[in-house]
């Protein structure tokens, strides 16, 4: 089932659930209920309330949004650094330059296939990845410059390497969720007090009032769908792409 499908069904959901409990509560109250007599201090509180939830939902959205940007940034940084060093390796000759140009492709490419789809299933990188990585760092390491010219490119080829390594640990990390559990737990217990006090304001069963309540209740469950499709950078719907490897490899992707 798509995960938009999903939101659409639970913001339904929850619209339905806050206007069927509003129209249920509103025929067991009396004729004689006045919903302006509602203390100032509920009011208050619930005015507090919908504040303090809003920084928190906020701040969350800011979070996930930032780990989000920061998975791109790895990957990016992984793929530049790896078609650096395919680029630098011109100046060897044609069989060390072939050999290391071959193993950058092979490890590119598993990547944007296998590796990527295990990161999708199951938020971690595979063990073949980081020996076609090895591998890399074998052949630019195992070669001895014959002259100077060849010597000054050694160090940046060596740079290179490290920083793919290095943008390969970061995306490792990445996959994981960036939100504990205590977070959603607060998250989601703020939002039902926060529906919950649409009724302790006595909303009455008026169109306008049932229609604005069921459009509150609905940004609620989208704003959580938002901060949890964010969570998990590489593997949910708005999720982040090898698409900087495709952009510096395209001969891989055909």
Known sequence: MSEWLVLTLAMAAVCAVVVLVTTLRHRRVGDDDDPSETPDVIE?????????????????????????????????????ALHEVSERVRIYPADVRDRIRADVDAYVGHVTTTE??????????????????????????????????????????????????????????????????????????????????????QIRRTARELILAGLFSALIAFLLFLIWDFDAPYSRGVATTAEPFLELFPHLDR
């Open 44 to 80: 208050y509180m619930t005015m507090m309330i919908g504040v303090v939830y809003a920084i928190v939902l906020g701040l969350a959205i800011a979070g996930v949004w930032e780990a989000r940007n920061a998975a791109e940034d790895h990957v990016r940084a992984e793929a530049q």
């Open 116 to 201: 990527w789809q295990s990161m999708t299933d199951r938020g971690e990188l595979t063990d073949e990845g980081a020996r076609l990585l090895d591998r890399v760092r074998h052949a630019v390491t195992d070669y001895e410059p014959a002259d100077e010219f060849e010597a000054q490119a050694y160090q940046p080829l060596m740079d290179q390497v490290m920083a793919a390594d290095q943008a390969r640990g970061a995306r490792a990390d990445s996959t994981e969720a960036t939100m504990p559990a205590v977070v959603w737990f607060g998250l989601i217990t703020g939002g039902l007090v926060t529906l919950g006090m649409i009724f302790a304001l």
